[in-house]
């Protein structure tokens, strides 16, 4: 299994890279957001990979953290939701899109995606709305890939080291979870709550977070 793929962009199609790696050249298909992020020719690039196999078809697709690639694996795992699909849902959304839209149930997001409908839309969110939490909590342990400095060896490994945690929305999100989880809350209430307080204020951090979400799940009336 290749996880990883470090290399120089050979060239970029429609909906790929090619990622020189010593000589070797990667086909790497992406969403619309992840190409959008990407360098041009000639730059160095790293990008979480998933390896797509079928009888007849080798496709690697590329992520720019694990939250994403773990999203997508997710959808997947969904009837009525191919690579195509998910590559369409995660170049809409984004990774924190998705979570936003897995836990608050809102499966018109998940519609908006080009090619999905609205029944294939609500399963996606009937039949991962419980995995929301686990994935969000990834947002405050797992790396974005690192960028790769001039004199960095470049090559392709499945065993990712640790690197520095990024601090943003994804990781207060995570770290709001975490605290809602141990007042007791369950982990889907916690989830949406996380997810549209992080919606109504992306910027936010984790103590504003927490707070905005226990106003959300303190009880009417």
């Given at each position: 299994?290749?996880?990883?793929?470090a290399g120089?962009?050979?060239?970029?199609?429609e909906?790929?890279?090619?990622?020189?790696?010593?000589?070797?050249?990667?086909?790497?298909?992406?969403?619309?957001?992840t190409?959008?992020?990407?360098?041009?020719?000639?730059?160095?690039?790293?990008l979480?990979?998933?390896?797509?196999?079928?009888e007849?078809?080798?496709?690697?697709?590329?992520?720019?953290?694990?939250v994403?690639?773990?999203?997508?694996?997710?959808?997947?795992?969904?009837?009525?939701?191919?690579?195509?699909?998910?590559?369409?849902?995660?170049?809409?959304?984004?990774?924190e899109?998705?979570?936003?839209?897995?836990?608050?149930?809102?499966?018109?997001?998940?519609?908006?995606?080009k090619?999905?409908?609205?029944?294939?839309a609500?399963?996606?969110?009937?039949?991962?709305?419980?995995?929301a939490?686990?994935?969000?909590?990834?947002?405050?342990?797992?790396?974005?890939?690192?960028?790769?400095?001039e004199?960095?060896?470049?090559?392709?490994?499945?065993?990712?080291?640790?690197q520095p945690?990024p601090?943003?929305?994804?990781?207060?999100?995570?770290?709001?979870?975490?605290a809602?989880?141990?007042?007791?809350?369950?982990?889907?209430?916690?989830?949406?709550?996380?997810?549209?307080?992080?919606g109504?204020?992306?910027?936010?951090?984790?103590?504003?977070?927490?707070?905005e979400?226990?106003k959300?799940?303190?009880?009417?009336?």
């Amino acid at each position: 299994m290749i996880g990883k793929i470090a290399g120089r962009i050979d060239y970029r199609g429609e909906d790929h890279v090619l990622i020189d790696v010593k000589g070797v050249g990667y086909l790497v298909y992406c969403s619309d957001r992840t190409l959008a992020a990407l360098p041009g020719p000639g730059e160095a690039v790293a990008l979480y990979t998933d390896l797509l196999v079928r009888e007849d078809l080798l496709q690697l697709f590329g992520f720019t953290s694990l939250v994403e690639k773990e999203w997508h694996r997710l959808l997947m795992s969904v009837q009525g939701i191919g690579a195509k699909a998910s590559m369409a849902i995660m170049g809409a959304l984004g990774a924190e899109g998705v979570n936003r839209a897995i836990a608050l149930g809102d499966w018109n997001a998940v519609k908006a995606a080009k090619g999905v409908g609205p029944k294939t839309a609500q399963r996606v969110v009937n039949e991962l709305k419980d995995k929301a939490p686990t994935v969000m909590a990834m947002g405050g342990t797992a790396p974005d890939v690192p960028v790769i400095e001039e004199t960095e060896v470049i090559e392709p490994v499945t065993a990712l080291k640790a690197q520095p945690v990024p601090k943003g929305n994804m990781a207060a999100q995570s770290e709001a979870l975490s605290a809602l989880s141990n007042l007791g809350y369950a982990p889907g209430e916690a989830a949406g709550a996380v997810a549209q307080a992080a919606g109504e204020a992306p910027e936010t951090d984790t103590a504003t977070l927490i707070r905005e979400a226990l106003k959300l799940l303190a009880p009417k009336g």
